[in-house]
T-cell receptor
């Protein structure tokens, strides 16, 4: 059982480049989300999705786009990378997004923008 | 705005010492509470959770936490730490009024001296 899989694990981008962080889960979870983790700031929610075709913004959505065409996949797109987007990105999923369900996390993607 | 506060940013203990990590949240409504652990180089994993019932919750690896509603607190404890407990610990809250969001604290880094 793979759980939540993120690719790539590491990435270096130049300012202005675009890229997509991949996230896939094999648990048939409806709810998926993207967080960024920065030192001293914990995890902050970027975007989330409560099911295929439905996405919404979290607390730090600027500079990122998402889509959810299937239940399994929830890619995060950086449109024009900036040094402020240097961070560790985590994808998470949970069965249905209700407030009393735990989240399952991927291994993370460490992104550096130079 | 709702928030989760972890006042200890870095805790250093010797093996066999007792541990208590503080967590306070600012939300007057119904909440679910979580502690997640992130071992070096790994993703976040659930340590324990409180949904309802007995406010003293036992988790994996000998950890426990106590929910004190009057103090808006959910402190994590372990009677005797081991070197393998070296990790970062995150307190998190999910809000009944916002089914799709889990709010994380800034994390506490725990270092155990062998």
């Amino acid at each position: 059982n793979a759980g939540v899989t993120q690719t790539p694990k590491f990435q270096v981008l130049k300012t202005g480049q675009s890229m997509t962080l991949q996230c896939a889960q094999d648990m048939n979870h409806e709810y998926m989300s993207w967080y960024r983790q920065d030192p001293g700031m914990g995890l902050r929610l970027i975007h989330y999705s409560v099911g295929a075709g439905i996405t919404d913004q979290g607390e730090v959505p600027n500079g990122y786009n998402v889509s959810r065409s299937t239940t399994e996949d929830f890619p995060l797109r950086l449109l024009s990378a900036a040094p402020s987007q240097t961070s560790v990105y985590f994808c998470a999923s949970s069965p249905d997004g209700r407030w009393n369900t735990e989240a399952f996390f991927g291994q993370g993607t460490r992104l550096t923008v130079v | 705005a709702q928030s989760v506060s972890q006042h200890n940013h870095h805790v250093i203990l010797s093996e066999a010492a007792s541990l208590e990590l503080g967590c306070n949240y600012s939300y007057g409504g119904t909440v679910n509470l979580f502690w997640y652990v992130q071992y070096p180089g790994q993703h976040l994993q659930l340590l324990l959770k409180y949904f309802s019932g007995d406010p003293l919750v036992k988790g994996i690896k000998g950890f426990e936490a106590e929910f004190i509603k009057s103090k808006f607190s959910f402190n994590l404890r372990k009677p005797s730490v081991q070197w393998s407990d070296t990790a970062e610990y995150f307190c998190a809250v999910s809000l009944y009024s916002s089914a799709s969001k889990i709010i994380f604290g800034s994390g506490t880094r725990l270092s155990i001296r062998p």
